[in-house]
């Protein structure tokens, strides 16, 4: 049998569990297996909420192990958690390819793919690659032709500092969904009420939520004859700046998947970054693109710009694009310019596709540990393992 192990923040709220949630289907009427591995108290929490419908068959596939890169935790317990997903896959001659999108499960990926000799994709969905530890490892899978990432740029990114490698289109590949929006009935537009000017906030709390409070707060001030709701459908962080000025009124609408349609007819404008913006876009509401490295805008998607990841134009601060959006109607004057359509399941088959060309080699971390302080960090981990445990434990009793 096909089998298809993929790790993710299964509970979590945001796109790279969007996309998980899709393929788990896809994978299923394909031919494989899925098997979704999340970090989780898998001895303090019996039943954890999981907000996608095709990952909750996974709950009890989580393990604390993997909120932690393995080279930091003892061989006995890294080797136990590798063992304990091991019996889950149940690799009896199966065909098995692990993914990992981050780089923390990327190194559990690989040594998991090592021990059922699977193959191991490598597709790397977060933003902030110039942060990660692992360079030597991803640029070992790169030339393996088993690392992929969502835009041209990711690669150069992820090697800054280490290695000169220019864009390379060739590793791109898509983290498609079944769509994110649909025509369901919902209470959110009783939630929703008529301002002057209506911005949302759509997707989870990164980077760049602080940049847009702050910018928010300045393009209020600065029209004080104006009422201006914000509606965040996801989470944004502290808005406690927000809420210091009188013309803003504040609702956190959660977690909604899909977004009910109707929700966009009563927004202006959406600030938000990646498929969020793309969905957005989509539904023809102007959306300012926000920009992870520089926590900054690229531009009006559709209008002034026409990638909602990464850019290298010269960006502007949120809210000189609410004045261009609100005040200047720019997008009453250009045409709408964003063609998106995405055939899901041939971007899932391109992922097969792709790791099946690779070379199918692992890298070995006990001879290339990819942290320095390596011992250090050894012996602090074990403590900081408790404390997060007792952090967690505490929080739930409160509850």
Not at 30 to 39: A, D, K, L, M, T
Not at 131 to 158: G, M, N, Q
Not at 302 to 317: M, Q, R, W
Request: hydrophobic share 40%.
């Amino acid at each position: 049998m096909k089998k298809y192990v993929i790790f993710c923040f299964a509970d979590g709220e945001g796109g790279g569990q969007n996309y998980v949630n899709s393929k788990v289907l896809w994978l299923k009427k394909n031919g494989y297996q899925p098997i979704v591995f999340f970090p989780g108290h898998r001895l303090m929490e019996s039943n954890p909420y999981i907000p996608w419908k095709n990952l909750v068959e996974f709950k009890n596939f989580r393990c604390t192990a993997l909120y932690y890169r393995p080279i930091y935790l003892n061989t006995f317990y890294v080797q136990k958690t590798l063992n304990w997903m091991k019996r889950i896959i149940n690799p009896d001659g199966d065909s098995i390819i692990v993914e990992s999108p981050i780089d923390v499960f990327s190194e559990w990926g690989e040594l998991l793919a090592e021990k059922i000799q699977a193959r191991h994709l490598c597709f790397l969905l977060d933003e902030l690659l110039e942060k990660s530890l692992d360079k030597e490892f991803f640029y070992y899978k790169y030339h393996c032709h088993e690392l992929a990432c969502i835009a041209p740029s990711s690669v150069t990114r992820l090697f800054s500092g280490y290695k000169d490698v220019p864009n390379d289109k060739n590793i791109v590949l898509v983290a498609a969904n079944y769509g994110s929006v649909s025509d369901v009935s919902s209470d959110i537009s009783d939630k929703i009420e008529k301002h002057d000017w209506n911005i949302s906030y759509i997707g989870r709390e990164k980077s760049y939520c602080k940049a847009i409070i702050d910018n928010i707060a300045r393009f209020a001030r600065k029209h004080k004859e104006k009422k201006i709701g914000f509606y965040i459908l996801g989470d944004i962080g502290d808005v406690s700046k927000l809420d210091l000025i009188d013309n803003v009124s504040t609702v956190h609408l959660g977690f909604y998947h899909p977004i009910p349609r109707d929700f966009f007819q009563y927004i202006d404008v959406v600030i938000a970054g990646a498929g969020c913006a793309i969905l957005s876009a989509q539904e023809m509401v102007p959306t300012i693109v926000a920009e992870p490295s520089s926590c900054k805008s690229a531009g009006v998607l559709g209008y002034t710009v026409f990638d909602s990841l990464f850019s290298d134009k010269n960006l502007v601060e949120f809210d000189q694009e609410l004045e261009n959006v609100l005040v200047n109607n720019i997008t009453k004057k250009m045409p709408y310019l964003l063609n998106n359509n995405c055939d899901v399941d041939k971007c899932y088959q391109e992922h097969i596709d792709f790791i099946n060309e690779g070379k199918n080699i692992y890298f070995d971390f006990r001879r290339n540990p990819q942290e320095k302080h390596l011992v250090l960090k050894r012996l602090v981990f074990p403590v900081l393992i408790l404390r997060d445990c007792l952090s967690f434990l505490f929080r739930k009793i409160k509850l």
